[in-house]
């Protein structure tokens, strides 16, 4: 998956020292605001993060990321576990997913059932799968031999909530 130009410079970090770790928890504790979540304590110490797209703020008065998708690894899959937009609508949420899938072509998340960002994922994945907590959503996954595919959901699945109640 191609990503095209976008208006919103997107800025890849593969070490968790090359961003501000302040800015990008008050961007995500932010975005799920209305999902009433935060995310977990010490989240950038006990999380694998293999990359981070991030975007800056375009106001000269703001200092803060706007945007940010934040990627794991998982059975040697690309898990992407958190995206995350200031604000909806303006186009930011699909410049970081398209930035995302035009590096990755296996991609696997999942979002609890009553995410409002479940409405974003529709047509962008190639099978979803639900369980009591979470849709799982995957795409490019074929050539994975059904034992590891197996074990791959179940990981995604199992693996800790990293957003709380407020």
Same mark, same amino acid.
């Not at 208006?7 to 770790?21: F, G, K, L, N, R």
């Given at each position: 998956?191609? *990503? =095209?130009?976008?208006?919103? =410079?997107?800025?890849? @970090?593969?070490?968790?020292?090359?961003?501000?770790?302040?800015? &990008?928890?008050?961007?995500? !504790?932010?975005?799920?605001?209305?999902?009433?979540?935060?995310?977990?304590? !010490?989240?950038?110490?006990?999380?694998?993060?293999?990359?981070?797209?991030?975007?800056?703020?375009?106001?000269?008065? *703001?200092?803060?990321?706007?945007?940010?998708?934040?990627?794991?690894?998982?059975? !040697?899959? $690309?898990?992407?576990?958190?995206?995350?937009?200031?604000?909806?609508?303006?186009?930011?949420? $699909?410049?970081?997913?398209? @930035?995302?899938?035009?590096?990755?072509?296996?991609?696997?998340?999942?979002? *609890?059932?009553?995410? =409002?960002?479940?409405?974003?994922?529709?047509?962008?994945?190639?099978?979803?799968?639900? $369980?009591?907590?979470?849709?799982?959503?995957?795409?490019?996954?074929?050539? &994975?031999?059904?034992?590891?595919?197996?074990?791959?959901?179940?990981?995604?699945?199992?693996?800790? =909530?990293?957003?709380?109640? @407020?």
């Amino acid at each position: 998956m191609n *990503s =095209p130009q976008t208006a919103y =410079p997107i800025i890849s @970090a593969q070490d968790i020292t090359e961003v501000d770790i302040a800015k &990008l928890t008050y961007l995500i !504790n932010d975005s799920f605001k209305t999902s009433k979540k935060e995310l977990v304590d !010490n989240y950038f110490e006990k999380e694998d993060i293999s990359e981070i797209f991030y975007v800056n703020s375009t106001e000269e008065s *703001s200092e803060n990321y706007i945007g940010a998708a934040i990627i794991q690894n998982i059975n !040697n899959t $690309t898990y992407l576990d958190k995206l995350a937009v200031k604000d909806t609508g303006n186009g930011l949420g $699909t410049a970081l997913w398209n @930035a995302v899938t035009g590096k990755y072509d296996k991609l696997v998340w999942r979002a *609890s059932r009553d995410n =409002p960002a479940n409405d974003f994922y529709e047509g962008k994945y190639d099978e979803k799968i639900k $369980t009591d907590d979470w849709n799982i959503y995957y795409y490019g996954l074929n050539n &994975l031999k059904e034992n590891e595919f197996k074990e791959l959901i179940d990981a995604v699945a199992s693996k800790n =909530p990293t957003m709380i109640s @407020a």
